[in-house]
């Protein structure tokens, strides 16, 4: 079935860049989504990438996808520490299946 | 603009008892409602889909008599939660679109269940 794979856990120094990586398995999705997840909040949508894309560059966000590996990254540069929040990669052909998320660490 | 909103926030219930959960769009009209159910350290998973005015459709192995979801105007779907144990406790977020399908959602801040 549909699965999507990321780790639970990633510490980066403030100012440095966060790498987050994922994968999925479903070729056919269309979509591929980056959302946070703060304390307490909502999902929020941060950055999206059709599959026929290679790169999305969006200010401090940059989107990574690799089709024939079925691999997408999220890099943030200049991170900072309200970036601290769960990262969820997500794909999506019928229906939007999510990774368990990245819990975002950041480290003075 | 896009705020969707969930009431409560928390609630703690007796096992037996039925639990309702309100997710509302505050400043658009949701054609479309999702509702997922997120365990600790777990993914969000789709419970079920509700269109205005049309029965949800519900995920695989989804109990639709458990969980009762009415989708009766354009800004309001509630989930009910029947004869609540302790395996239902877990955070249940709602999310709505204002088309129909998996177009951009706009996700709550989430409901946390806990059943004593």
């Known amino acids: 079935g549909e699965d999507v794979e990321q780790s639970l856990f990633l510490s980066v120094r403030e100012g440095d860049s966060s790498v987050i990586n994922c994968t999925y398995t479903?070729?056919?999705?269309?979509?591929l989504y980056w959302y946070k997840q703060e304390p307490g909040a909502g999902l929020q949508l941060l950055t999206y990438?059709?599959?026929?894309?290679d790169m999305k560059q969006d200010q401090r966000l940059t989107v990574l996808l690799n089709k024939k590996d079925k691999h997408l990254s999220l890099r943030i540069a200049d991170t900072q520490t309200g970036d601290s929040a769960i990262y969820f990669c997500?794909?999506?052909?019928?229906?939007?299946?999510f990774g368990k998320g990245t819990r975002l660490h950041i480290l003075p | 603009g896009a705020v969707v909103s969930q009431h409560p926030s928390w609630v703690i219930c007796k096992s037996g008892t039925s639990v309702k959960i309100e997710c509302r769009s505050l400043?658009?009209?949701?054609?479309?409602m999702f509702w997922y159910r997120q365990f600790p350290k777990q993914s969000l998973m789709l419970m079920a889909t509700?269109?205005?005015?049309?029965?949800?459709?519900?995920e695989q192995g989804v109990e639709k008599d458990k969980f009762l979801i009415n989708h009766a105007s354009l800004t309001l779907s509630t989930l009910t939660v029947t004869s609540a144990h302790p395996e239902d406790s877990s955070f249940y977020i709602c999310?709505?679109?204002?088309?129909?399908?998996?177009?951009?959602?706009?996700f709550g801040p989430g409901t946390r269940l806990t059943v004593l």
């Open positions: 509700s269109n205005e005015g049309s029965k949800a459709t519900y």
């Open positions: 400043d658009f009209q949701a054609t479309t």
């Open positions: 990438i059709f599959s026929n894309m």
């Open positions: 999310s709505a679109s204002w088309t129909r399908g998996m177009n951009e959602q706009f």
């Open positions: 997500a794909e999506r052909d019928d229906k939007i299946i």
């Open positions: 479903d070729s056919s999705s269309t979509y």
